[in-house]
């Protein structure tokens, strides 16, 4: 029931969103970021991980008075990790810890580091006896 209830919220959250299908091929042409810039109309631009949706109506609200206040600088982090948990139980119901979050500036970064980070465990994991690897990782790998 608690998922039903959770599919059901999220269900009704997109579809009080704008729909995918609300931003045509024309208008995705007036735009003026390098991938819908640089290429002849005959090809279909897909490699790059852009939003080609309208946006949506509260975010554009906070972007216009963002800009009527003149707030243009850059963005202090203070209540991202706490929204970003707050998003993650709401939509997921994953119980995410604000002070385990990471900022990134973009997804390929954050890869990068989250690998970095587990090369580095799996290096001072690797100079462990087997023993000590399970007492600290856990048990046996269960499928």
């Not at 009080?16 to 024309?26: E, G, I, V």
């Not at 600088?73 to 990471?102: E, I, K, M, N, Q």
């Not at 994991?125 to 046996?140: F, P, Y």
Request: net charge neutral.
């Amino acid at each position: 029931m608690k998922e039903l209830r959770r599919t059901l919220t999220r269900c009704e959250r997109l579809q009080s969103t704008d729909s995918f299908d609300a931003c045509s091929l024309a208008e995705l042409r007036t735009r003026r970021s390098e991938k819908w810039a640089i290429y002849p109309t005959d090809v279909l631009p897909a490699f790059v991980a852009e939003m080609d949706v309208a946006l949506a109506a509260p975010i554009k609200r906070a972007l216009i008075d963002a800009i009527e206040r003149g707030d243009t600088g850059y963005a202090h982090p203070a209540g991202l990790a706490d929204a970003f948990a707050d998003f993650a139980h709401a939509w997921f119901d994953w119980t995410v810890d604000p002070d385990r979050v990471s900022l990134v500036p973009d997804v390929t970064v954050g890869l990068a580091e989250a690998g970095s980070v587990k090369s580095q465990a799996e290096r001072v994991l690797g100079t462990l006896g087997t023993r000590k690897r399970r007492a600290l990782v856990g048990r046996e790998r269960r499928c």
